[in-house]
């Protein structure tokens, strides 16, 4: 009788990271399956994206469009593919066109790159994309997204001008070593309240893409419906070959 095939290290974190998901989201009185885990594989090979895929997951978020674009054609369709952080605009049509399966892009930080998002989603013909607005709550200036005080415009462009892409909701990357604070996760709810109310929107159709790695079960505490989780799941990160986007 064959040996039971032991777990990989990467599929036993996953599920300590949703056992915490599941008792942070208990102690902030809000359902488990509200809450969704990006599992952030940027820098990782396909074998080990795939283990974490057999496992059952089935939300992954990538950063470098080359990399991204080379490994999602080799993995499932019925993966639910994030893009997380900036993009420059001619390299819109490379990301649509490699990744068709592209769910969520997290974020949109102006209304030049919603624009070239919203004319090659219709170029391609593909469904619309779901999009966060990235709002820089941290106010340091090597970081993206926009300011808090223009979340509200950007929304309301995207909402008014953007028929191919869906405002799903708000996103924020914290602080410059990527750990965030109470009050970068006070900073976006307080955003929310602003864009519901500017949009006519409730506060269930907006989402709230905050907390990483060190962060996560404080961030779904505060509120958070997206969790971006990377090394915790995957392990340290090698970023020898990081192209920039």
């Not at 993206?144 to 309301?156: F, Q, T």
């Not at 909701?169 to 307080?190: A, Q, V, W």
């Not at 159709?205 to 505490?221: P, T």
Request: charged share 20%; glycine share 8%.
């Amino acid at each position: 009788m064959a040996a039971p095939a032991v777990e990989g290290v990467a599929v036993t974190a996953l599920r300590s990271v949703l056992f915490r998901v599941r008792q942070a989201a208990e102690r902030a009185g809000t359902q488990p399956k509200r809450v969704r885990v990006v599992a952030v594989s940027k820098t990782k090979p396909v074998s080990l994206i795939r283990q974490i895929y057999d496992a059952g997951h089935r939300c992954f978020g990538e950063n470098y469009v080359q990399e991204f674009v080379q490994k999602a054609p080799q993995l499932p369709e019925d993966i639910e593919w994030h893009f997380i952080g900036h993009l420059q605009s001619n390299k819109v049509k490379t990301l649509l066109g490699g990744v068709p399966n592209l769910a969520f892009f997290e974020g949109v930080d102006n209304e030049k790159i919603a624009n070239h998002l919203d004319r090659a989603v219709s170029s391609l013909g593909r469904n619309p994309l779901k999009i966060f607005v990235q709002v820089n709550t941290s106010g340091e200036p090597s970081k993206s997204g926009i300011d808090p005080s223009g979340c509200v415009r950007l929304a309301e462009h995207v909402k008014s001008h953007c028929p191919h892409l869906e405002f799903s909701g708000l996103m924020t990357i914290g602080m410059p070593d990527y750990t965030s604070t109470p009050e970068n996760f006070r900073t976006l709810s307080k955003c929310r309240v602003e864009v519901c109310k500017a949009l006519g929107m409730t506060e269930d159709q907006c989402e709230l893409s905050m907390g990483m790695s060190g962060d996560f079960e404080q961030a779904i505490e505060m509120g958070s419906t997206n969790v971006r989780i990377g090394s915790t799941i995957f392990g340290p990160r090698d970023y020898s070959k990081k192209q920039p986007n």
